[in-house]
Every structure is written in C-alpha cells, then in structure tokens.
C-alpha cells in the first residue's frame, strides 16, 4: 500500500529534550515537506526537500531541523523543544509530475510541557 | 496578502444540496492546484486535482480553474453529512521545488 508512514503518532516530552520525528515514504516520490497544524493559523510548511540532500526552508523553519539522506526518510529533529512547538505536525510527499498531489502521513500529535 | 485565500466559513448547505467552496491565489507562476478534505484532528485527503483551465469533474466533485481570473473553485454536488469537513486549496510551485501552500480552509457543514 502506498503511504507515508509519520512515528510516533503522540508525544509528550519536556522542555530542551532532543527528539526526532521520523517520516518514511514508500512511492519512490522525489519532494517532502513537513508541516504544523495550530489551530487558526492552518497549515503552515517548516520544511521541505526537492530530492536527496536537497533541503530549504519554509515559513515556520526556527528551531527545527531536517535531513534528507535517503529517498524515502525525511526525519524532524528538534534540538531543543520549547512549548511553543506544541502543535500537531504531518509530513508529506510527492512526486515531481506536473499535477502530482501531496500524501499525508497521520500526523504526531506534539506536547511539550 | 495571503498567497492562497479562502473563506473561512462556516458554510452550511441541507443534505441533497450543491455546495460551492472558493479559494484565489496570488501568484501567477503557480501551476498545480488541489483541493483537501480535512475532517478534525485527521490528516489532509487529496480530493481533486486541476493545472489546466476549466473544469475537471470526478463523482461528486468538479474543480474549476481560471487562470486569468487567479480563482479555483470546487463543487460538491449531491452533499452528504459525510462531506461535513474542513476543505483546503493548495498551490504547488513546481519552479519552487515543489513548495505547497495552503490557504486556510473553508468549515464545510451539511445538515440531514
């Protein structure tokens, strides 16, 4: 089956804990992004990547992290998560063709106390 | 300005109704657009898709597309409760790596 497949789907951590977000496509798709979803703000990008080793930033990319070493991974990594990145975060993926739509992951619910 | 705009709603139709969900854009280089279904604390749903002007229909839905006007619209005819959702127009920049933009979505509600 096709998908994104987004671990873990809930978290809760502290304050200045690293943690990663992992994020695995399996359509061979070249283009991922991530995104946070708060409530009345919508959907806003943090980052994305165009293919492998290939990464810039989106409109909300302050103290987050990606890397794109392999096709299919594209891990979130908060280096030192503060509560204002409470937030529900969804990555997706797509391919290069012209009309080629996104797939979302199932998202990870994101709590940091 | 917002690059994507939508209303936010709500928009309430009756079950059996044709419900009309509108979204601009504000730049013209943009070249795929999609429509989303987002039911509460779920992820996205790719619906439609559309990158040529007109229309584009698929069951229930029709995206429509003008270029020169900067508008996409989506038409869901025959509303169910089940379409009761937060709907979300998207642009991909395929001359920016592929970067979506979302606007902020319209509150879809379809009473029995």
């Known amino acids: 089956e096709a998908q994104v497949t987004q671990n873990p789907r809930y978290l809760i951590t502290v304050t200045g804990k690293k943690l990663t977000v992992t994020c695995s496509q399996n359509m061979n798709h070249e283009y991922m992004s991530w995104y946070r979803q708060d409530p009345g703000l919508g959907l806003r990008q943090i980052y994305y990547s165009m293919n492998v080793e290939v990464t810039d930033k989106g409109d909300v990319p302050e103290g987050y992290k990606v890397s794109r070493k392999e096709k299919r991974n594209f891990p979130l990594i908060l280096e030192s998560p503060s509560p204002n990145q409470t937030s529900l975060y969804f990555c997706?993926?797509?391919?290069?063709?012209?009309?080629?739509?996104?797939?979302f992951g199932s998202g990870t619910r994101l709590t940091v106390v | 300005q917002k690059e994507v705009e939508q209303n936010s709603g709500p928009l309430s139709v009756p079950e059996g109704a044709i419900a009309s969900l509108n979204c601009t854009y504000s730049?013209?280089?943009?070249?795929?657009f999609f429509w989303y279904r987002q039911y509460s604390g779920k992820s996205p749903e790719l619906i439609m898709s559309i990158y040529s002007n007109g229309d584009k229909e698929d069951g229930r839905f029709t995206a429509q597309l003008n270029k020169a006007s900067q508008y996409v619209s989506l038409l869901i005819r025959d509303s169910q409760p089940s379409d009761s959702a937060t709907y979300l127009c998207a642009v991909k920049k395929d001359n920016q790596g592929g970067k979506l933009i979302f606007g902020q979505g319209t509150e879809l509600s379809v009473k029995p």
């Open positions: 997706a993926s797509s391919s290069r063709d012209r009309g080629g739509g996104y797939t």
């Open positions: 730049d013209r280089v943009s070249q795929s």
